[in-house]
């Protein structure tokens, strides 16, 4: 499976931006479809995730109630919604697909896609 993040950008704080996540082929609803982020010196750190099939979403708690991860069946994709954006919230974005269930450890994904950048300025 190959998987392509897109939009991100340079955005000032307080603003939104939505990410896609693209596969390659069907998402299987067993799996579990995901975002994290890198900032630099950091570790990749688990932002959200949603099941495939039933549709249930997680989210961290620097997150919570600001982003918003969704899907898209027929067009095999992923998005995130990510509102009132915030400085700390720079990081290159990645999505991921773990076909073992959910997860918040980037270990236990399977797929990743190559990120993008999204920077937020105060």
């Known amino acids: 499976v190959q998987l392509q993040a897109s939009g991100g950008g340079l955005v000032q704080a307080g603003t939104s931006l939505r990410l896609s996540c693209a596969a390659s082929?069907?998402?299987?609803?067993?799996?579990?479809m995901g975002w994290f982020r890198q900032a630099p010196g950091k570790d990749r750190e688990f932002v959200s995730a949603i099941r495939w099939g039933s549709g249930r979403t997680y989210y961290a708690d620097s997150v919570k109630g600001r982003f918003t991860i969704s899907r898209d069946n027929a067009k095999n994709t992923m998005y995130l919604q990510m509102n009132s954006l915030k400085p700390e919230d720079t990081a290159v974005y990645y999505c991921?697909?773990?076909?073992?269930?959910?997860?918040?450890?980037?270990?236990?994904?399977?797929?990743w896609g190559q990120g993008t950048q999204v920077t937020v300025s105060s």
């Open positions: 082929r069907r998402t299987f609803s067993s799996h579990v």
């Open positions: 991921a697909t773990d076909t073992g269930g959910y997860s918040e450890s980037p270990d236990t994904y399977d797929y």
